[in-house]
């Protein structure tokens, strides 16, 4: 479809380990959003991207979670030495405009035992 | 203070009922507000945006009042398809693409 993809659905992990979350957005949509979601929670913003560029990384908890968008497009969410605090819904959303209504995919559910 | 905050609810009414909820901010500066909802184990999804002279849509009606930073959602005649999570979203920081969510109200309609 052309909706916004992301891979993997699910996520099994052991603390300690490096995890890659992968958002595909609509083509040609140029902001990127990555936001997680805990059970009864609100989606929690992580960062931005308008272009390539992290326009607001300010979410983002700590340094061992990163992001990138290296060619504006596709965007690689990145997380270093997970921890069981880490297991959330890692939802992705593209915009055409920087505020304008966001798209999700259905998200990545990560689980860090 | 949250930046943003909502009654977590939840709200149970029967169908045909009107029921209204509030979302508070705490950014005076903040320009863009929004109405998303979220069926239960899916993605949000944009239900309006809030406009700063209000704004219907059917059997929904949204109010900004930036006096007292508060955005409202009203629902009326509900639907047992009403049954969601609404999210009240605003943009923070001065930074356009900062768009905050609350934690979500509740909603359940009855038969």
């Known amino acids: 479809g052309a909706g916004v993809s992301q891979t993997p659905s699910n996520k099994v992990t052991e603390k300690g380990k490096y995890v890659e979350l992968r958002c595909d957005p609509i083509?040609?949509?140029?902001?990127l959003y990555w936001y997680r979601q805990s059970l009864g929670q609100g989606p929690e913003f992580l960062i931005y991207f308008q272009g390539t560029g992290a326009a607001d990384d300010s979410g983002l908890p700590n340094d061992r979670f990163f992001a990138v968008r290296p060619e504006g497009s596709v965007s690689t969410l990145k997380i270093q030495r997970t921890e069981r605090g880490d297991s959330a819904v890692y939802l992705c959303a593209s915009s055409l405009l920087p505020v304008g209504e966001l798209f999700f995919g259905e998200g990545s559910r990560l689980t860090v035992l | 203070r949250k930046e943003v905050e909502q009654d977590p609810g939840p709200f149970n009414v029967p169908e045909g009922a009107t029921v209204a909820f509030n979302c508070t901010y705490s950014n005076s500066a903040s320009q863009s507000f929004f109405w998303y909802r979220q069926d239960c184990r899916k993605e949000p999804k944009l239900l309006m945006s809030v406009y700063s002279s209000g704004n219907e849509d059917g059997r929904f009606t949204a109010q900004l009042n930036r006096a007292s930073q508060y955005i409202s959602l009203l629902i009326r005649d509900s639907k047992l398809s009403d049954s969601a999570t609404y999210l009240c979203?605003?943009?923070?920081?001065?930074?356009?693409?900062?768009?905050?969510f609350g934690k979500g109200t509740k909603l359940s309609v009855k038969p």
């Open positions: 979203v605003v943009n923070m920081r001065g930074s356009q693409g900062n768009l905050i």
């Open positions: 083509s040609g949509h140029t902001a």
